[in-house]
Nanobody, 115 residues
Framework: QLVESGGGSVQPGGSLRLSCAPS????????MAWYRQDPRKQRERELV?????????TYTDSVKGRFTISRDDDTNTVYLQMDSLKPEDTAVYYC?????????WGQGTQVTVSS
């Protein structure tokens, strides 16, 4: 099980830090990621950022230079630092732990960027 925290409401230009902590161990874990989905739009869940166990990171173009994904090797907690937030970043954010068998998902945390 993955437990997310850190969502909320913020004005444009503000910052939030999301956390995702596992409640147990995961076999064959190879990457963690953050996705987002805006329920107001008819779009699939979007990959925002990912990080492998050797700390290789990827970002979707719209967040490059603003968001930073990181992880704690001791606790397997994954973080998403979000700076210079924009209204179009508004969405439900989901963390995902990716193993060779399946992907595990958090429950989602709402991020709202509005003036």
């Amino acid at each position: 099980q993955l437990v997310e925290s850190g969502g909320g409401s913020v004005q444009p230009g503000g910052s939030l830090r999301l956390s995702c902590a596992p409640s147990g161990g995961f076999s064959s874990l190879y990457a963690m990621a953050w996705y987002r989905q805006d329920p107001r739009k008819q779009r699939e869940r979007e990959l925002v950022a990912s990080i492998t166990l050797n700390d290789r990171t990827t970002y979707t173009d719209s967040v490059k230079g603003r968001f930073t994904i990181s992880r704690d090797d001791d606790t397997n907690t994954v973080y998403l630092q979000m700076d210079s937030l924009k209204p179009e970043d508004t969405a439900v954010y989901y963390c995902s732990f990716q193993t060779t068998m399946q992907n595990y998902w958090g429950q989602g945390t709402q991020v709202t960027v509005s003036s």
